[in-house]
């Protein structure tokens, strides 16, 4: 596996995209201190100072079909959850799809980029922003109350790069265990059991407007399913979640 540094970057994803491109070989991991572009999902922009945090894409050319591709975020979920707990000693929970947290602040996010040649996935590029190092006080005020970082979880820094294997050892194996046969079917359970929005009542704001109901469930592709007021169960595709 090959691990490309930069001191200063505009975006981890946007830089493992190109090389992605040009061919880089799956496990190809783009790791920055600073991002000064960082991107969250739905065009937001991601906080990313320096010595702070792990900003980092890793390139991966599973043989998918474009429909199952979203499920690589979940699984991804997954092993983030388990190597945040493991190293704060605290319970992470997965927000679906793809953020973790604790408690209600969110800690890391995930951002899937995929290139697909017709119906088949050609590369996916799975960026990773874990807060580690940042003192409360540093976030931006419109963050405040709804971030949070490991060393601020666990009340003393943490070594980013200790960060970065224990992902890195939690994710491949999740990873291997769903490519090579075991499919979604082998971790949706794992994902349930980390999950903190099935059984909820939520807000799901979707490009098609809000929807409100009680998360029932996910389905096989890792769709969530969500019970309107009126009893009718939605299929929520893309969304943000508020509880
Ligand atoms: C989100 O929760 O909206 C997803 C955030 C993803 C942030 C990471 S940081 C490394 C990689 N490079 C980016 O520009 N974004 C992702």
């Not at 992605?20 to 937001?44: H, S, W």
């Amino acid at each position: 596996q090959s691990i490309v540094y930069h001191e200063t970057i505009d975006s981890t994803n946007t830089m493992a995209q190109k090389l992605a491109l040009n061919g880089a070989p799956e496990g190809t991991l783009v790791i920055a201190d600073e991002q000064t572009a960082g991107r969250g999902r739905r065009g937001r922009n991601w906080f990313s100072p320096p010595h702070s945090g792990v900003w980092m894409s890793l390139i991966l050319r599973p043989q998918l079909p474009v429909a199952h591709a979203a499920q690589i975020t979940l699984v991804t979920a997954v092993a983030m959850a388990r190597a945040l707990t493991r190293l704060t000693g605290v319970e992470a929970g997965i927000k679906w799809p793809n953020d973790i947290l604790f408690d209600k602040r969110k800690c890391c996010g995930i951002l899937t980029e995929m290139h697909a040649e017709f119906d088949q996935v050609h590369h996916l590029v799975l960026g990773i922003g874990i807060n580690v190092n940042v003192p409360q006080e540093q976030f931006p005020e419109e963050l405040q109350s709804i971030a949070t970082s490991l060393q601020g979880v666990k009340g003393v820094p943490i070594p980013r790069a200790e960060v970065v294997r224990a992902v890195m050892e939690e994710l491949e194996p999740l990873y291997r265990r769903y490519v090579d046969g075991g499919g979604f079917a082998s971790i949706r359970e794992d994902w349930k059991r980390s999950n903190i929005t099935l059984g909820r009542q939520i807000v799901a704001q979707t490009a098609r407007g809000p929807i409100t109901g009680e998360a029932l469930d996910i389905d096989e592709f890792g769709v969530l399913l969500v019970r309107r007021e009126d009893g009718e169960t939605e299929k929520i595709y893309s969304a943000d979640i508020l509880f």
